[in-house]
């Protein structure tokens, strides 16, 4: 039996897996509890751990990946790993946190950080959400001094891009037509950390110029895969992708699963339920 392959989108002309393999739950993220994120560390102490994830991903095409990569030196290597043992390249997805004050020190140190993000392997480079944020202003419609930072991408050989959990940010980067050919946006079925309600970041994913990487698609295991999944691939466009953390390669394999069975309109196969008492007529026929 041949294997599915996820289907592709593309930004500025370079082709990714519409499925972007997230990092919180590689790194430690876990947006639960110091004791999910603990349990994180542990787990992945080392690239050893993350290499089977991501070969799972790559069996499926899924080739793309997102991280702070210069914050999680155990995710680089496993990628280094995974690429020399397969033979094919993974797409990086970079989130660096730049300085973005005002001064010739912090652009100099920004630029530093660019040319890094480019030297571990990143073809796409998204300003960090939390420095993006600083400079925006909403009395002008505006996100001032983002075409410096765009430039500075652009010099450093990557594709620009704009992480912007302010859903304003798309909204903003769209009317003033700034260099940003990719958007990362929080959508979830429960409204997880967004700041307006799901209806309105759903019509500003759709009505944005260029594809949106949405994240958090199960709210951090608020909700469960099937339900987050199922409501993400229903409501974005073909051109928009879905970033999913995973703790292991057995997660990875159902989340590929449940998203290709959504995007073909067909049953999902992914075992029923456990119990203590399996012989229950509510869980459906063996």
């Excluded at 991501?54 to 990628?79: C, R, S, W, Y």
């Excluded at 594809?211 to 709210?219: D, E, G, L, S, Y």
């Excluded at 339900?227 to 466009?237: C, H, K």
């Excluded at 989340?255 to 309109?265: F, K, M, Q, V």
């Amino acid at each position: 039996m041949s294997i599915e392959m996820f289907p592709r989108t593309e930004v500025e002309g370079l082709s990714l897996s519409r499925m972007i393999i997230g990092s919180n739950w590689i790194a430690g993220w876990s947006h639960t509890s110091p004791a999910a994120d603990h349990m994180i560390v542990n787990k992945h102490s080392g690239p050893e751990s993350i290499r089977p994830m991501l070969e799972t991903f790559m069996k499926h095409g899924i080739d793309t990946v997102m991280a702070p990569f210069q914050e999680v030196p155990n995710l680089v290597q496993a990628i280094r790993d995974t690429e020399e043992k397969l033979g094919k390249e993974m797409i990086m997805v970079d989130t660096p946190f730049f300085n973005v004050d005002n001064t010739k020190e912090a652009y100099a140190e920004t630029k530093a950080i660019a040319k890094k993000s480019k030297e571990l392997g990143a073809k796409i480079c998204l300003i960090h959400h939390s420095r993006a944020e600083q400079l925006v202003n909403k009395n002008l419609h505006q996100i001032v001094r983002l075409p410096d930072y765009t430039e500075i991408i652009r010099d450093a050989g990557m594709i620009p891009g704009l992480s912007a959990h302010m859903p304003e940010l798309v909204v903003y980067s769209d009317d003033n037509n700034y260099d940003i050919q990719t958007y990362i946006q929080i959508y979830n079925c429960m409204g997880f950390l967004m700041q307006v309600e799901v209806e309105t970041v759903n019509q500003i994913i759709r009505n944005a110029k260029k594809p949106v990487m949405t994240i958090k698609p199960m709210a951090a295991g608020r909700t469960t895969p099937f339900v987050g999944l199922n409501f993400s691939w229903a409501t974005i466009r073909d051109c928009d992708m879905v970033t999913v953390g995973c703790f292991n390669e057995e997660e990875a394999e159902e989340d590929i699963e449940i998203s290709l069975a959504a995007l073909a309109h067909r049953t999902a196969n992914i075992g029923r339920r456990s119990s203590p008492d399996q012989n229950q007529d509510a869980f459906g026929k063996q």
